[in-house]
């Protein structure tokens, strides 16, 4: 590829040398400490040895469920302990998510926790983009689904009783919950940015996702 690697636009390897490792609580979250040494950005001398902590979440899916004859959006509304501890607003709305579980795939995840905490099933599901939210501190890959629901039956309360999940389910007009994101209603970071994704390519491939759908029937 031409030009420096200061010009290119595209996350670059780096040699970096984990020494050590260590978890210093484990909990609802691991919180662990490494020191380490990578490379200097364009030269290759080494920078370090350095401590860095971590908090390690996984793999996790997030959905975002689009009813195509009503031109909305099902978000969920729920305690979050940041917004509860940074904002007067502790009862949050964002997407349906979960976490990866061992021997699940992403795909399966996205499947289960749309029907967890929606009460819906996806008619087409597909993946869109992934992202990295914070990774200068969180060992967490996040992984975004465009999933095709019918909303008529859209549950009142969701959520797994065993894991204090209180999961109220909203049907949102498209332009309303967009609104609600331009005027800093709504502060989630997964909401926001898939609900940007969804402005610039959502409907169109809600459309195409939707072909398949039709296809698929027709094949049966």
């Not at 350095?50 to 689009?66: D, N, S």
């Not at 509304?77 to 501890?85: P, V």
């Not at 699940?104 to 996205?110: I, P, R």
């Amino acid at each position: 590829m031409s030009g420096h690697y200061r010009d290119q636009l595209r996350d670059q390897p780096l040699d970096v040398e984990f020494l050590c490792e260590e978890t210093v609580y484990s909990g609802f979250r691991d919180y662990s400490v490494a020191e380490l040494r990578h490379a200097r950005l364009g030269e290759g001398r080494p920078i370090g040895p350095m401590k860095r902590e971590f908090l390690t979440i996984g793999e996790v899916a997030i959905i975002i469920p689009y009813d195509p004859r009503r031109d909305s959006i099902v978000v969920i509304r729920q305690f979050r302990l940041g917004a509860a501890k940074l904002t007067p607003n502790g009862a949050a709305i964002e997407l349906p998510a979960g976490l990866v579980d061992p021997g699940e795939t992403a795909d399966e995840t996205a499947a289960r926790e749309l029907t967890e905490e929606t009460g819906l099933e996806a008619l087409a599901i597909e993946r869109c983009f992934s992202l990295l939210p914070s990774p200068g501190m969180l060992l967490e890959h996040a992984n975004f689904y465009l999933a095709i629901v019918d909303a008529s039956n859209l549950a009142y309360k969701a959520g797994e009783a065993d894991e204090h999940e209180d999961i109220h389910p909203i049907l949102a007009p498209v332009d309303d919950i967009l609104a609600a994101v331009d005027e800093g209603r709504v502060l989630n970071g997964f909401l926001i940015t898939g609900l940007h994704w969804f402005a610039r390519k959502g409907r169109a491939r809600a459309q195409a996702l939707q072909g398949t759908l039709f296809d698929d029937q027709e094949g049966t």
